[in-house]
């Protein structure tokens, strides 16, 4: 079983920053991927970045390309977000997710394609 720990939401003023943080025990991903989803009140979920964790590929969503890395410490076994440029439309609970087989990078954009998800972690921009 995995388990996915994520940590580091907050309130931020617009234009600050945050890392978010996904620690994840259970089971060593050495061959999985781990993606970022977010979901704000009264909206679908959406896909925000994932990255590969043997290879280091990653992807992200159109929205926070340019503004958000994802990356990870294979010693710590914990995925990061860090979040630059904040804008209050990013507010929203993010939350971190792990397949259970590999997964394509294409596949890593869909939130169907993952098995295990963490509890999730808020993270509010004002204006």
């Known amino acids: 079983q995995v388990q996915l720990v994520a940590s580091g939401g907050g309130l931020v003023q617009a234009g600050g920053s945050l890392r978010l943080s996904c620690a994840i025990s259970g089971r060593t991903p050495s061959s999985y991927s781990v993606g970022w989803f977010r979901q704000a009140p009264g909206k679908e979920r959406e896909f925000v970045a994932a990255i590969n964790w043997s290879g280091g590929g990653t992807t992200y969503a159109d929205s926070v390309r340019g503004r958000f890395t994802i990356s990870s410490d294979n010693a710590k076994n914990t995925v990061y977000l860090q979040m630059n440029s904040l804008q209050p439309q990013d507010t929203a609970v993010y939350s971190c997710?792990?397949?259970?087989?590999?997964?394509?990078?294409?596949?890593?954009?869909?939130?169907?394609?993952?098995?295990?998800w963490g509890q999730g972690t808020q993270v509010t921009v004002s204006s």
């Open positions: 997710a792990a397949p259970s087989l590999g997964i394509c990078m294409m596949a890593m954009r869909v939130s169907s394609s993952y098995s295990y």
